[in-house]
C-alpha cells in the first residue's frame, strides 16, 4: 500500500506556469505506471499524463507540448504545466498503478486558470 499526496496547485493565469509534485508514502521504484489524472467540475476525471517504470510518457492530446511528467525514482513524481489555459481548471490527482493491479489515488490539488 502506498498513500500519495499532491502539492504545488493554485490560481495561475491564463500563459501562465505550474509545477505539481505527488509524493509517495515509500519508494515508487517497484510501481509500474504513475499517472496524473484531472477532473473539471461535471465532467468525468480524464487521463492527463503517464509515465512507466521505465519512463516512457503518454499524454493527453490537449496537453502535448505544454505539459511534462518526470518521476525520481524515489518517492516523487512531478507535472510541469506551462501555457495554461482556462480549459485546464480542475482538480488534479496523483495515481500510481502496480502490475498486480492495485492502483491508489491522492487526495488533489485544484488548478485554476483564469485573469
Known amino acids: 500500500q502506498v498513500q500519495l499526496v499532491e502539492s504545488g496547485g493554485g490560481l495561475v493565469q491564463p500563459g501562465g506556469s505550474l509545477r505539481l509534485s505527488c509524493v509517495a508514502s515509500?519508494?515508487?521504484?517497484?510501481?509500474?505506471?504513475m499517472g496524473w489524472y484531472r477532473q473539471a467540475p461535471g465532467k468525468q476525471r480524464e487521463s492527463v499524463a503517464n509515465i512507466t517504470r521505465d519512463g516512457s510518457t503518454t499524454y493527453a492530446d490537449s496537453v502535448k507540448g505544454r505539459f511534462t511528467i518526470s518521476r525520481d525514482f524515489a518517492k516523487k513524481m512531478y507535472l510541469q504545466m506551462n501555457s495554461l489555459k482556462p480549459e485546464d481548471t480542475a482538480v488534479y490527482y496523483c495515481?500510481?498503478?502496480?502490475?498486480?493491479?492495485?492502483?491508489?489515488w491522492g487526495q488533489g490539488t485544484q488548478v485554476s486558470v483564469s485573469s
Open positions: 515509500r519508494s515508487i521504484f517497484s510501481i509500474y505506471v
Open positions: 495515481n500510481a498503478k502496480y502490475l498486480n493491479g492495485l492502483q491508489y
